[in-house]
């Protein structure tokens, strides 16, 4: 885990891939909890669809037989919103000091680690390797991370066609968000067939 890194990626699969049906586990050490309101509508939306949700605190019981992993790290809300707190009170040692405790919960868990060995418990050995990237590979970006090189190397065209994609979903959900039917807007445009600025 990284005390560092940003909620935002694992609430935001639990959120969306429970309304899809799926089976999501969403596996953490203890002490690394996500927002409770996030986690509340990722239940909710299981129940709708007939999906699933749970939580469990061990790497190795969330891959086993899973279809896709997505193993990733964020800081625990409890310490975001120590940070928060630090931060608008201009608080410098505090925040020194928060950072301190978090290397040292940290520490306790450089087991969370996306091994070759790990991926061996997904379904045949072959689950699908999701990451936001950049990732914190092993011996590469960093001393210890959250996955090995192998497993990434293996892994890596498909998790960079996964970030490719990124600039058209933000892209879409801006136009979403900006119009009221998007999809009639976009098919007025293809009508007019105006050339591209160059």
């Known amino acids: 885990p990284s005390y560092g ?13 429970t309304r899809f049906g799926m089976d999501v586990t969403l596996a953490h050490p203890e002490g690394y909890d996500l927002i ?5 509508v990722a239940k909710n939306n ?20 899973a279809d896709i992993v997505y193993p990733k790290s964020w800081a625990p809300y409890k310490v975001m919103e ?6 608008r009170a201009n608080d410098h040692e ?10 040292a919960q940290n520490a306790q868990h450089k087991d969370w680690h ?3 060995e790990m991926m061996e418990l997904t379904r045949d050995g072959e689950a699908l390797y999701m990451h936001c990237l950049p990732a914190d590979i092993s011996g590469v970006s960093c001393k210890e991370g959250e996955v090995t090189e192998g497993v ?34 976009l098919e007025q445009l293809l009508k007019e067939a105006q050339e591209r600025v160059k």
């Open 5 to 17: 890194k940003p909620l935002s990626v694992p609430q935001g699969i639990i959120g969306l891939m």
């Open 36 to 40: 409770p309101d996030v986690v509340e």
């Open 46 to 65: 299981a129940k709708a669809s007939g999906g699933s949700f749970r939580q469990v605190t061990s790497m190795e019981e969330a891959f086993k037989d």
């Open 82 to 87: 120590q940070r928060t707190e630090l931060l």
């Open 94 to 103: 505090g925040l020194k000091a928060l950072e301190k405790q978090c290397l």
């Open 114 to 116: 996306c091994t070759e």
């Open 152 to 185: 990434f190397e293996k892994y890596r065209i498909a998790t960079y066609k996964e970030a490719s994609w990124k600039p058209y979903i933000i892209a879409a959900m801006i136009l979403s968000r900006k119009y009221a039917k998007p999809g009639a807007l």
